[in-house]
């Protein structure tokens, strides 16, 4: 699947989940904190679909993330490991590359990623907003974070956590990609 399409094939996912429990357009919207609007948007595979509105709706529903992301449920129950690239693919946004680690495992409390962001323009920053919490960990390169209008730079081995409510963006510095590791809850 071309890098960023992955939307357009979670979207029918999306609404057969919601009908499925029996959820109206407007019910499923207050459950998880955003307009209907929003829900019909991304149900109908026009937009990026941002991860934590995802695990919302997941979690709404009573589903594993992974049923959502990749179209089949998680099964493990005591622990998973996951080889070096061997993550679940979440290509979703034209502007990072994801690879979830833990999609196997059921009832998580927590969502690790291994995130890929290239060098851009500051001018080309994506800004995103969610729910929940999110905790970086640096593994190569530079990484520019936004929050709000706070600009940071992280090195390799430096952390950061922060309120996903704030709105966010980021980018690889220096011409290189930034490689990390992302938590969301």
């Known amino acids: 699947?071309?890098?960023?399409?992955?939307?357009?094939?979670?979207?029918?996912?999306?609404?057969?989940?919601?009908?499925s429990v029996g959820l109206t357009v407007e019910e499923?919207?207050?459950?998880?904190?955003?307009?209907?609007?929003?829900?019909v948007l991304y149900?109908?595979?026009e937009s990026e679909?941002?991860?934590?509105?995802?695990?919302?709706?997941?979690?709404?529903?009573?589903?594993?993330?992974?049923?959502?992301?990749?179209?089949?449920?998680?099964?493990?129950?005591d622990y998973t490991i996951v080889r070096k690239g061997q993550g679940l693919s979440v290509a979703r946004r034209a502007d990072y590359d994801y690879f979830h680690l833990?999609?196997?495992f059921t009832h998580k409390h927590m969502e690790p990623?291994?995130?890929t962001v290239p060098p851009k323009d500051e001018n080309e920053l994506v800004w995103n907003e969610h729910g929940g919490q999110e905790f970086i960990y640096m593994l190569k390169g530079t990484l520019e974070i936004w929050l709000d209008q706070r600009r940071h730079e992280l090195e390799v081995g430096d952390s950061i956590y922060f309120d996903s409510t704030i709105p966010h963006?980021?980018?690889?510095?220096?011409?290189?990609?930034?490689?990390?590791?992302?938590?969301?809850?």
């Open 102 to 104: 833990a999609s196997r």
């Open 28 to 39: 499923l919207a207050a459950k998880v904190g955003v307009r209907p609007q929003t829900v």
């Open 113 to 115: 990623f291994l995130v």
């Open 49 to 77: 679909i941002p991860v934590s509105y995802l695990k919302d709706v997941a979690a709404a529903c009573g589903v594993d993330l992974t049923a959502l992301i990749a179209g089949h449920e998680a099964h493990l129950h």
């Open 1 to 19: 699947m071309e890098r960023g399409q992955a939307y357009v094939e979670i979207a029918p996912r999306l609404m057969g989940l919601r009908e």
């Open 169 to 185: 963006a980021l980018r690889g510095l220096n011409e290189e990609e930034a490689v990390f590791l992302d938590v969301i809850s």
């Open 43 to 45: 149900e109908e595979g």
